[in-house]
């Protein structure tokens, strides 16, 4: 068994209101080298919330978390530079670095909740198992 991380993906269409659905899922497992991600959007649930947000829009920043999964998003630009307090490091694009993107918090209309944690032996079956029991 291997330990994974993850976080659910949530549109939030109205930032200020702070409601949301669970639209999808990452899941990091470091050991076995698996960054993925699963999602399903409800248009229904979604036009509920917010007639006028593009279901359309919204998968393609599903899509784009895909391309982020797979280290093709950002595939062109090469290596990039971070500054840090001992000065200035290159930006390693690594699964766990990718992860780290993807769950940190934003005001956006696609946000990432909690991170939260589990073992697996198999982690896509465990991404779609989740994909099951938070998404629906």
Do not use: W
């Not at 669970?22 to 007639?51: I, K, T, W, Y």
């Not at 978390?65 to 971070?82: K, M, N, S, T």
């Amino acid at each position: 068994m291997s330990p994974y991380q993850y976080v659910v993906l949530r549109c939030v269409p109205r930032v200020e209101r702070e409601e949301f659905i669970n639209v999808g899922v990452v899941l990091h497992c470091p050991e076995a080298g698996f960054l993925g991600m699963a999602s399903r959007l409800d248009e229904q649930r979604l036009r509920a919330l917010s007639a006028e947000t593009d279901p359309a829009q919204v998968e393609a920043a599903l899509a784009a978390v895909d391309l982020i999964c797979q280290g093709r998003a950002h595939a062109e630009f090469g290596a990039g530079v971070r500054a840090t307090a001992y000065g200035e490091r290159a930006l390693e694009d690594t699964p766990s670095a990718r992860f780290g993107l993807l769950k940190a918090p934003r005001s956006t209309v696609l946000q990432p909740g909690p991170v939260h944690g589990g073992l697996t032996a198999d982690p896509v079956a465990e991404l779609e198992r989740l994909l099951g029991a938070l998404i629906g």
